[in-house]
């Protein structure tokens, strides 16, 4: 039998109408990154108590989601409130967490201000924080309210940030969406990032993750796809981050290196026809994305291996069939 999961999500043109979105709550707290306390009035949130927390990987750990949780509590936080989550994915996930936590789980809704957030971090309801330098080893599972997405939030986005969400975004439009992908590659290509350019674009893909997750909420089959170009793109990261790499890949670029790993891998199996690296490259390469691998290729494959061995001897790997159709077989 297979039960959907319904993944709620609101599209705004304009910041202040969260204010509106958030009436029917009683109490609400909101968590947001301290980055963006220049310009929270926008959300139109005056009046609702805040908490802001220093968002990044190294401060996405149990303490962090602790202080919320003592927060909260000190706030008078009963089992009714809605905890609000504004920032990028490294707050949607302490927040959501925290919240999950919190008195054994109150509601929490997340309002993400980057591309990837908005795309893919702030919808699905993975939450957690890590353990050292072990990514998301401690969390849960739980949907939240509602994401709103609003994308004039992503004026002040820095280049490299956006760049890390582009590549979330044909991530998604690969698994799907062919005419999507192109537009996005036209777009980016043309270097217009104005959000009313984006607007359409972000809310399919954020719907098409929507659609994965909805069908698949626990990772047991279709929503692995979603990992497209992560098994490579988090070797990279990996690498980058044990050799101190000054100015490492952005989550997002590593991606993006990995898809061009998968397609590379794909023409090999004969999974897709010669030709659809090329043309990844060359998309990705107009779009400002990298394309090859900043790191020996030897050692990728190592801790691809290393992978492999903790998951028994093979992986889950999301091979591209063609631009719009991908395939999971064991690598
Ligand atoms: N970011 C992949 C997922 O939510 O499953």
Request: hydrophobic fraction near 40%; proline fraction near 4%; glycine fraction near 10%.
């Amino acid at each position: 039998m297979c039960f959907k999961k319904k993944i709620k999500l609101y599209f705004s043109d304009s910041p202040g109408a969260l204010k509106r979105r958030l009436r029917s709550y009683k109490q609400v707290f909101v968590v947001y990154d301290e980055n963006l306390a220049p310009w929270l009035p926008k959300l139109n949130l005056e009046g609702k108590r805040a908490f802001s927390i220093v968002a990044t990987e190294e401060n996405k750990n149990i303490k962090t989601a602790y202080e919320v949780c003592k927060w909260l509590l000190e706030q008078g936080a009963d089992r009714d409130a809605v905890v609000v989550a504004v920032g990028g994915g490294v707050t949607t996930d302490i927040a959501g967490f925290a919240a999950g936590i919190y008195k054994r789980g109150i509601r929490y809704a997340n309002v993400p201000t980057s591309l990837v957030g908005q795309v893919d971090a702030g919808i699905g309801g993975k939450t957690g924080v890590n353990v050292s330098s072990f990514k998301n080893m401690i969390g849960l599972i739980k949907q939240p309210e509602f994401t709103w997405i609003c994308p004039a939030l992503l004026e002040t986005l820095p280049e490299k940030d956006f760049l890390s969400g582009s590549a979330e975004l044909l991530k998604t439009f690969i698994l799907e969406d062919r005419t999507a992908y192109e537009e996005a590659v036209d777009l980016l290509s043309a270097s217009n990032r104005k959000p009313d350019a984006y607007g359409k674009l972000i809310e399919e893909a954020a719907r098409i993750k929507a659609r994965v997750v909805g069908k698949d909420e626990k990772e047991n089959g279709l929503r692995r796809v979603l990992n497209l170009g992560h098994t490579y793109g988090h070797a990279i990261e990996w690498y980058q981050h044990v050799h101190g790499e000054e100015a490492p890949l952005t989550h997002g670029e590593a991606v993006a290196v990995g898809i061009i790993k998968a397609a590379g891998l794909s023409e090999k199996r004969g999974y897709a026809a010669a030709g659809l690296e090329a043309k990844l490259r060359d998309d990705f390469h107009r779009c400002g994305l990298p394309v090859d691998c900043p790191c020996p290729e030897e050692a990728l494959e190592e801790a691809v291996s290393k992978d492999k061995k903790a998951e028994g001897g093979k992986i889950n790997f999301v091979f591209i069939e063609k631009i719009g159709k991908v395939r999971i077989a064991k690598l």
